[in-house]
């Protein structure tokens, strides 16, 4: 399965980087392909790297105007002129789309993948893993705009929360 996966590049504590290690490993010895920004920084080159050691393959998508932070050991590593193409192409690859914890970056595909979905343009499983209780926030939000309707399916329908890196694959599988 090609799993795409949107993080944050910046260098995190331990508490949110052991559960992506987790998540990193189960993901290489499943025999998987990870999809992701294509970056070496913080937690995105850690993911990678957990990846890769694990036996996973690594398909990087960056953009023009961050290659000079690659991940030189990807299996494939493919630049975007801009963050629009990079975001279509990551979708377009995976299978699957996992986010874990990050910023404005990730909530923006995140947010783009689930209006797409949204609109039955694409119906690949989207699953957070929600870190430390980081997306609480977040799924408080999407629950209420399912509960006053401003949602055209349900919202189970759209995304899915997991605690931890093992659940996060028990809802790729369902």
Not at 118 to 123: I, N
Not at 147 to 168: H, K, M, N, S, Y
Request: charged share 25%.
């Amino acid at each position: 399965m090609n799993i795409c996966v949107f993080c944050s590049a910046a260098p995190l504590d331990d508490r949110y980087t052991a559960p992506a290690s987790e998540f990193a490993r189960l993901l290489g010895e499943g025999g998987h392909t990870l999809v992701w920004g294509g970056s070496n920084a913080g937690l995105m080159g850690e993911l990678a790297d957990g990846v890769k050691a694990a036996g996973g393959r690594l398909v990087g998508i960056s953009v023009e105007f961050l290659k000079h932070k690659a991940y030189e050991g990807a299996d494939e590593l493919v630049t975007t002129a801009d963050l629009a193409e990079r975001k279509a192409l990551l979708l377009s690859r995976a299978d699957a789309v996992v986010v874990l914890v990050g910023g404005l970056g990730t909530l923006d595909e995140v947010t783009e993948v689930l209006e797409l979905k949204k609109h039955a343009l694409h119906d690949k499983p989207v699953v957070v893993l929600d870190t430390e209780g980081f997306y609480a926030g977040l799924r408080t939000q999407m629950e209420r705009m399912d509960a006053e309707g401003f949602l055209p399916r349900p919202l189970a329908e759209l995304i899915g929360f997991a605690d931890t890196p093992a659940q996060v694959f028990e809802r790729l599988k369902a």
